[in-house]
């Protein structure tokens, strides 16, 4: 073994031993001040330290990782760059849409030009299908984002819509925090997307009629098709008309967006009414923010309840953002 191989593995046990005695620091020590409320300062400074520790490790495996496997030869990395150069722009423009399924053109691209073409199309919500079918396929009418798409211009559903569908378990667990459903109550959905939670509503209480409001064309489309169920509008913080009994959401989370769907959404909400939406955690830390220091008292004095949801509850949906219940009884 080498001087520099002796040296590297001397200063791997030295932080191991590091993080060993780390670990054994944080016994005793809980996320509250001494008035009981939560310490951001610590959290965040803690949260963004063990952060860098896990990004430099991961460095460090890759890299030792790479000495098993070196870089490719040469012949190798030529072999991927064969096949056609072109933009993304130039693909999308050449793609054909048959029968629903989004076509590539019959083209050997090189390597970098098909992963970025298909980065594009999924991020548009299309999935790739071998076999038969040998093309994209999407959930939805294509035919809007395949004309976004054949412009060369980006399309990126989720960024654009916020579109994150509730998972089943977490939507049925969702409409029990609202109190179940019943078949007197009138129902809000807010941010209906394609009906994660009507579906979970209508799974309580097949008989109760849905009001919901969407933004997404392809998923307002497909709202359409589904029983009981009135799509009212794209945008529900543009109206203040109709109250309801429940309201069960999942808005979107950018731009605190979701603390001010909650605060619209207990507006609409009648007397001795329930509702229940799925929130992310920034607000429950920032201390800097007024709308969120805003919120947190607000909270208080509508007496809401606060529900974890574990992480990764969302990466199906493509988000691995922490998330938590809100609960308000009026």
Not at 25 to 31: A, F, H, L, S
Not at 151 to 159: A, D, P, S, V, W
Not at 250 to 267: A, C, K, T
Not at 284 to 310: P, Q
Request: charged share 25%; net charge negative.
């Amino acid at each position: 073994m080498t001087n520099k191989k002796k040296i590297l593995i001397e200063t791997l046990h030295g932080s191991v031993a590091q993080l060993n005695e780390l670990s054994s620091m944080t016994e005793g020590i809980d996320v509250y001040d001494a008035a009981g409320y939560v310490d951001t300062e610590f959290l965040m400074e803690a949260l963004s330290c063990v952060n860098t520790f896990v990004n430099a490790s991961n460095t460090v495996v890759q890299k030792i990782s790479s000495l098993l496997a070196p870089d490719a030869s040469t012949d190798e990395k030529k072999k991927q760059d064969e096949g056609k150069k072109w933009s993304v722009e130039e693909i999308l423009k050449h793609c054909t849409l048959e029968d629903g399924v989004l076509k590539l053109p019959q083209v050997q691209f090189n390597k970098k030009s098909y992963a970025e073409a298909k980065k594009w199309i999924e991020e548009a919500g299309g999935s790739w299908q071998g076999g038969k079918i040998q093309g994209f396929t999407f959930p939805f009418n294509p035919e809007r984002i395949f004309s976004i798409l054949k412009e060369g211009k980006r399309c990126n559903l989720q960024q654009d819509y916020q579109f994150f569908e509730t998972p089943t378990d977490v939507a049925d667990w969702l409409v029990m925090l609202a109190g179940g459903i019943h078949e007197d109550d009138t129902v809000l959905e807010p941010s209906a997307g394609r009906g994660a939670l009507i579906k979970a509503i209508h799974r309580a209480c097949p008989s109760v009629t849905v009001e919901c409001y969407e933004l997404m064309p392809e998923n307002r489309e497909f709202l359409h098709t589904l029983s009981n169920v009135i799509l009212l509008d794209e945008d529900f913080t543009k109206d203040s008309v109709g109250s309801y009994t429940k309201i069960i959401a999942n808005p979107p989370f950018s731009g605190n967006q979701d603390i001010e769907h909650v605060r619209l959404m207990y507006e609409r909400l009648e007397e001795g009414g329930t509702l229940a939406a799925i929130t992310s955690q920034h607000w429950r830390f920032a201390s800097t923010e007024k709308k969120c220091i805003d919120f947190r008292n607000w909270l208080k004095e509508v007496h809401g309840e606060v529900f974890e949801i574990s992480a990764g509850e969302f990466k199906e949906s493509g988000t691995s953002i922490s998330t938590m219940a809100v609960v308000i009884k009026k």
